[in-house]
C-alpha cells in the first residue's frame, strides 16, 4: 500500500546533538512537507519541497535542516541550534500542484530532549 | 497572508448528539480549497472532508458535513450523530488552488479544537 513512513517514532536526543528523522513516501508525490506541533500551536510549516534537489522555508526554519536528493526521501535534521527541539513532528506528501486531495500525512516522530 | 482562525480550543458532546466547530479564514483569492483533518490520540491526521470554494454546494461525507460561507469566509463542521470514535483534535485547513511556486498551494493550518465526547 501507498504512504508514508516516519521512523523511528520516539527519538530522544541529549542537549547538544544533532539528530535526523526520516521520512519515506512511495506515493509518487512531487511536493514533501515538515511540520511542527506544540500544544495550543497547531501544525507549523518548518520547510517544504516541490521538486527533487530543491526546498524551501517555512515559517519556523531556523535550526533546522533538509535535504531532498531523492523524490522519496525528505529526512529533516534537528540541530543544535534548535533552542526548544521537544515537539511532535509530521512530514506530509502532495500530488498534482492542483490537487484537491490535500495532504498525506506520516504518523509523527516525537522528539524529546533528555 | 492568508490565517485560519479556530475560536474554539475545547468543545464537548453528548454521545448521539450533533455538535458544531467554528472555523473562519481570511484570504484575497477566489479559488481556493478548504478542509477539516481529525488527529485522534494516535496522533494520525485523517482527511475528514474538503470543500472546493468555487462549489456553491455544502460537502457531506456521512455524518460530517461543512456549512461554507464564501461571503462570511466560513466553513463550519458539523458532526451529527457524535461517536465516542469522533473524540480527537480538529483542524481547519485552507490551500490556494493557485501554483506559482513558492509557498503557493501550501496548507494552511487553524490552531485546533479539541472535542471530547460523552458517553
Known amino acids: 500500500d501507498g504512504g508514508i513512513t516516519q521512523s523511528p517514532k520516539y527519538l530522544f536526543r541529549k542537549e547538544g546533538q544533532n539528530v535526523t528523522l526520516s521520512c519515506e513516501q512511495n506515493l509518487n508525490h512531487d511536493a514533501m512537507y515538515w511540520y511542527r506541533q506544540d500544544p495550543g500551536q497547531g501544525l507549523r510549516l518548518i520547510y517544504y519541497?516541490?521538486?527533487?534537489?530543491?526546498?524551501q522555508k517555512g515559517d519556523i526554519a531556523e535550526g533546522y535542516s533538509v535535504s531532498r536528493e531523492k523524490k522519496e526521501s525528505f529526512p529533516l535534521t534537528v540541530t543544535s541550534a534548535q533552542k526548544n527541539p521537544t515537539a511532535f513532528y509530521l512530514c506530509a506528501s502532495k500530488g498534482l500542484p492542483r490537487s484537491f486531495y490535500g495532504y498525506t500525512f506520516g504518523s509523527g516522530t516525537r522528539l524529546t530532549v533528555v | 497572508a492568508q490565517t485560519v482562525t479556530q475560536s474554539q480550543p475545547e468543545m464537548s458532546v453528548q454521545e448521539a448528539e450533533t455538535v458544531t466547530l467554528s472555523c473562519t479564514y481570511d484570504t484575497s483569492e477566489s479559488d481556493y480549497y478548504l478542509f477539516w483533518y481529525k488527529q485522534p490520540p494516535s496522533r494520525q491526521m485523517i482527511l475528514v472532508i474538503r470543500q472546493e470554494a468555487y462549489k456553491q454546494q455544502n460537502a457531506t461525507e456521512n455524518r460530517f458535513s461543512v456549512n461554507f460561507q464564501k461571503a462570511a469566509k466560513s466553513f463550519s463542521l458539523k458532526i451529527s450523530d457524535s461517536q465516542l470514535g469522533d473524540a480527537a483534535m480538529y483542524f481547519c485547513a485552507y490551500r490556494s488552488a493557485m501554483n506559482y511556486g513558492g509557498s503557493q498551494g501550501n496548507l494552511i493550518f487553524g490552531k485546533g479544537t479539541k472535542l471530547s465526547v460523552k458517553p
Open positions: 519541497s516541490q521538486i527533487v534537489n530543491d526546498f
